[in-house]
């Protein structure tokens, strides 16, 4: 039996924060028609029992990027949207970051960071994080697509490369809560460099940041994909998007002095990063400008 004792958070009316053992968060939102589990987390235990248990309308699921925490589960899901630029990333085309000694190491390093050396979940890393036994059915997500829960509950889909080049936030109108998956929180990376998989300049991640900020009109609060940079079933702080952008702006100005600096990822390689606030941008040289 695979685990379904996550940590869950009502943080609006019908809208509930699905902590992955401090590794990632899902978010589940619930309209009168049907319902929307936003990311699948690194892939322990039984994601899907656990909607289950919350709602038994059908289900859309969307995922923000095609990150390694955030695919985790999604085998567990009959079809999952993604932007096509990250498909590359999941296991739609076979990807060694999704493998299953990854995510079990993934978790552990989250699990000894937060936990230090005798962690304690409700969870057996051998059992509950599995190779996966299908592939879901691989749906584009695309900007501004959107989505109609019913009850006027609708989710638009917004862009915002940087993150991933498929990065996308999802905006819930009716709450006023933007879901943001990794393209804001404490610890921005932007690591790759022109040439690589996965390349999104600073210049471009900045201008999507700011289209971020400028649909504020249409929310309260940003949600994040991870709850380490914010306390479970709180929002992120207010400052944080504003720092990213402030700190993008002078990567692109050349207002820096490039300082190493641990990772804050335990055993990762040291970064090139800067800091406004509780905010950190790691990035690399090279991959400050667009190419030429
Ligand atoms: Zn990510």
Not at 157 to 179: E, K, M, V
Not at 183 to 209: D, R
Request: hydrophobic content about 35%; some cysteine.
């Amino acid at each position: 039996m695979l685990t379904k004792a996550y940590p869950i958070s009502e943080i609006a009316g019908q809208t509930y924060e699905i902590d992955e053992f401090d590794c990632a968060s899902c978010f589940l939102l619930i309209g009168q028609d049907k319902a929307m589990l936003i990311d699948t987390g690194v892939g322990i235990g039984d994601l899907a029992g656990a909607v289950r248990q919350l709602t038994d309308k059908p289900l859309i699921t969307v995922i923000t990027h095609g990150h390694v925490d955030h695919v985790g589960n999604a085998w567990q899901f009959d079809a999952c949207y993604l932007n096509e630029k990250d498909w590359g990333q999941t296991g739609r085309k076979p990807d060694p970051r999704g493998d299953v000694t990854q995510r079990r190491r993934y978790a552990d390093m989250i699990a000894h960071r937060q936990q230090g050396d005798h962690p304690r979940y409700p969870y057996d890393p051998q059992v509950d994080i599995r190779e996966w036994e299908r592939q879901p059915n691989w749906l584009p997500l695309c900007d501004g697509d959107r989505f109609d829960l019913g009850g006027g509950r609708v989710i638009t889909a917004h862009a915002c490369p940087g993150h991933t080049p498929g990065q996308i936030a999802l905006l819930d109108a009716s709450t006023r809560i933007l879901f943001v998956g990794d393209a804001v929180n404490g610890n921005i990376m932007f690591m790759s460099k022109p040439g690589q998989p996965g390349f999104t300049s600073v210049e471009k991640a900045h201008e999507a940041l700011k289209a971020l900020r400028d649909l504020g009109d249409h929310y309260d609060h940003i949600y994040n994909g991870h709850h380490d940079y914010r306390p479970f079933g709180q929002p992120l702080r207010e400052d944080v998007l504003p720092d990213a952008i402030a700190l993008c702006q002078q990567l692109i100005s050349g207002e820096f002095t490039p300082t190493y600096e641990k990772n804050p990822m335990v055993g990762w390689p040291d970064q090139l990063a800067v800091h406004k606030g509780i905010t950190r941008i790691a990035y690399t040289l090279e991959g400050i400008h667009e190419p030429e």
